[in-house]
């Protein structure tokens, strides 16, 4: 059974960074594509980034482009998610996702199992 726990999500003000970590742990970390999505009040859940299996390739959503920054260590089985001049509509509850190969897109039926998510609150 894979466990994915997230940590790190708070309230913060407008401009500021975060760094969210989710720690995996039940299947061989280093073998699978790993992905953040969120989810703000009202809305549906959306992709945010992902990273494939080794680190070397990153998928953005357009409007984090220059602002998130997401690896992974697989000696500690942890992906990170840096996000920098935080806004408030980057509010929401934020997902870690594990891939179902080595290369995972935007899609969620491209994960097969999720974190309980961390709150992110971004206030102006």
């Known amino acids: 059974q894979v466990q994915l726990v997230e940590s790190g999500g708070r309230l913060v003000q407008a401009g500021a960074s975060l760094r969210l970590s989710c720690a995996a742990s039940?299947?061989?970390?280093?073998?699978?594509?790993m992905g953040w999505f969120r989810q703000a009040p009202g809305k549906e859940r959306e992709f945010v980034i992902a990273?494939?299996?080794?680190?070397?390739?990153?998928y953005y959503k357009d409007s984090v482009k220059g602002r998130f920054i997401i690896s992974r260590d697989n000696a500690k089985n942890t992906v990170y998610l840096q996000m920098n001049s935080l806004k408030p509509e980057d509010t929401a509850v934020y997902y870690c996702a594990a891939g179902r190969t080595r290369y995972s897109g935007s899609s969620q039926t491209e994960y097969d199992y999720w974190g309980q998510g961390t709150q992110v609150t971004v206030s102006s």
């Open positions: 039940g299947r061989t970390f280093s073998k699978y594509a």
């Open positions: 990273i494939d299996w080794s680190g070397s390739s990153t």
